[in-house]
């Protein structure tokens, strides 16, 4: 099995994520990285009947300044478990892309059924408990208007202000625009260079950011497996194939999204920021795509790329033409006889 970064958990750590699903005595297990391995570092029992309780006292103590870590915390529930992704700002750029590029194999190899929440940040308070309330706040927070709701509000608000005028102006909504982490703007360089042909991204809904969850090279029979469709996500990709005797490269940018289990804010977010998105991957980094798609629970897979990219051409059959009917012949005209 191929992973993002090349790296691996270690078989200690293997035995301490099947112990957490199956056993009721880890509250917490700190994982780094060491030596191109993913190890335990260090675990945290169980000691009361409330999580919330035992959240800052587990959680707080095993943060490191500089040293970017995952940790696992378990809810009251064997099966309820918080990702925690914390890679601080004054981290080495080599730890930002290690610990960037290695998410999703880490949570994999936990068991991403066992996940019920992530929780992302680049500061101590990010992920302390007053952090975590913050990002469930704000992912319970009034959703955004939609621009149909936009343009109804500009409608009602011209028909109400009696100085309209056929000169009037006003701002329309284009969509919301979020700022690129460090990691990904780093990241969308090395794509830009070559160096990686596969982006995966999403949006922090709590620091309204968008940030690199995935990234390595990987040829189009082994995206089905690392490109999920249970989320909402953002890819990036570039195909490099043969088509018609030619090998040709197509980029591709492509917005999944589940037909249900998505929160609304979710769905409207990323929805909201596909198009600024592309618009800034497109004008600051002059990354062409060949095509732009939308697919729900499709996955993304070397046929469904083909058949995007260059679609089959259907023939038009040529329609029988019957031929046309004889006239109608009526009765012989036949000149009069003449008595000689």
Request: a negative charge.
């Amino acid at each position: 099995m191929s992973h993002q970064t090349g790296i691996q958990a270690s078989e200690d750590l293997k035995d301490v994520f099947r112990r957490c699903t199956t056993s009721d005595d880890i509250r917490l297990v700190k994982v780094e990285i060491k030596d191109e391995q993913l190890v335990c570092v260090d675990t945290v029992p169980i000691r009361s009947d409330s999580w919330r309780d035992e959240y800052d006292p587990a959680v707080k103590p095993l943060l490191e300044k500089d040293r970017a870590c995952y940790m696992f915390f378990r809810f009251d529930a064997r099966d309820k478990w918080l990702f925690i992704a914390y890679t601080p700002d004054s981290a080495t750029v080599r730890q930002k892309m290690l610990y960037s590029g290695t998410r999703s194999t880490v949570r994999t190899e936990f068991g991403g059924g066992f996940v019920d929440k992530d929780l992302i940040g680049t500061a101590i308070d990010e992920v302390t408990l007053s952090g975590y309330d913050e990002n469930v706040r704000a992912a319970q927070a009034p959703l955004p208007f939609t621009d149909a709701e936009v343009e109804v509000m500009a409608i009602k608000q011209a028909e109400n202000n009696p100085d309209i005028s056929v000169d009037t102006r006003h701002k329309t909504h284009s969509g919301l625009s979020f700022p690129l982490d460090g990691d990904l703007q780093e990241a969308v360089g090395r794509f830009k260079e070559g160096s990686l042909n596969y982006l995966q991204m999403r949006i922090n809904l709590a620091g309204e950011f968008i940030f690199l969850s995935d990234s390595g090279n990987y040829t189009a029979g082994e995206l089905e497996r690392v490109a999920p469709v249970n989320d909402a996500y953002y890819h990036m990709y570039r195909y490099d194939h043969v088509y018609n005797g030619e090998e040709t490269s197509s980029v591709v940018f492509v917005y999944t999204m589940p037909g249900s289990g998505a929160p609304i804010k979710a769905r409207m977010l990323y929805s909201s920021c596909k198009g600024t998105l592309i618009d800034e991957l497109t004008g600051a980094y002059k990354i062409a795509f060949e095509k732009t798609l939308e697919v729900q629970d499709q996955a993304i897979s070397e046929e469904f790329l083909m058949s995007e990219i260059h679609p089959p051409v259907v023939e038009l059959k040529e329609k029988f033409s019957k031929p046309k009917a004889p006239g109608r012949r009526g009765p012989s005209k036949r000149p009069p006889r003449t008595n000689n």
